[in-house]
């Protein structure tokens, strides 16, 4: 997922623990809703061991999108564009690794938050990476998977322009007799449906990683040359999404032993079975060659390693920092406790405690991404004029 909206349709095994519960006739849960508790940032976790100079680069990146807007202008959650502007300048003065004085510029101009779903504090985060694909510009025997452009009939709808009560939802179709339809599904459009239009970007070699770099929402593509071609969303066909790893658990796996490494094994062990897994998935996500730094968040800048993560933004406002505190099976503290900047969203990424984290590119990133399954908690980090605004006791 990466690009608006999605970078998106990033690994989800999950949803595991809620398939669980609908098999085992549990009580359907309240609708998903943010509450805020207001904190102090001795009681972030690890806050103190943290460097958060790191983080403070990746502000000011989303600082430069905030800003263009007038100071009037509701951000939401984030308050307005004016509470925004003494926090990034104060970033901006910040000396660069300095973490005493990064520490010393979040405790003063910020106020954490713990978020919680409900009464619920613990969320699930993951982690997704920029996928790397050896591709052609032209096809042959060896690369003979393309990746799609976005085809010209395809139509993107915003439900909240027409429904307040949907605010957040989106679906994707065709016009077809003056009425919006359902697009191909990715069976169809991998038997064809789409061939012959001139929409090829690349030719990759492998159908899985060409499955996989959907599910992560970007990647960089290797061509014969050694030239790299960086490819991004640009749409999907409005066909729901549907975790391939929730339908093995389905099917009797065990929901702890899914991560993506088990996934690729278990497709490439069980030959047209794991064909036909992965076509469970009926969402197809279309690519565009990004240019420059990458991958590009949804939030419209290049997105960094180990800082920059992708949420929920009908709950979390783009550009907010948060901090989190989750296991991680890679730290080898078993925790990972780190502050991080929503500039991405995705999806699959829903509710109030929820975040997909962005681990960059190459071998060490995929593995880190695929293992990232952990249970936990999170900060957010309001301005403090917004926070201010916040109602009494919160």
Known sequence: MIGPPVIGWRFLLLGLVAGALAACGAPKPPPDKLVLTRAGFGELPGWAQDDP?????VLLKSCAVLLKGTDDQALGLAGQ????RAPCADAAQVTPGDQAAARAFFERDFVPFRAANNDKTEGLFTGYYEAELHGSLTHDDRFSVPLYRRPADLVSVDLGQFRPSLKGERIAGRVAGGKLVPYATRTQIEAGALAGKGLELA??????????????GSGRVILPDG????VGYDGENGQPYVAIGRV????????????????RQWIADHGTDGTALMDKNPSYIFFRELKGDGPMGAQGVALTPGRSAAVDRSFVPLGLPFWIDTTDPVESSGRLQRLFVAQDVGGAIRGPVRADL????GAEAANHAGLMKGRGSAWL??????????????
């Open 53 to 57: 100079s790191a983080a403070l680069p």
């Open 81 to 84: 564009v004016g509470d925004w």
């Open 203 to 216: 030719w990759v070699d492998n159908s899985v990683d060409a499955f996989f770099l959907a599910v992560q």
């Open 227 to 230: 030239q790299v071609m960086r």
């Open 248 to 263: 093995l658990a389905q099917q009797g796996v065990p929901a702890d032993q899914i991560t993506m490494p088990f996934l």
């Open 358 to 361: 962005f681990f960059g590119y």
């Open 381 to 394: 980090m309001l301005p403090t004029a917004a926070a201010a605004r916040q109602a009494p006791g919160v």
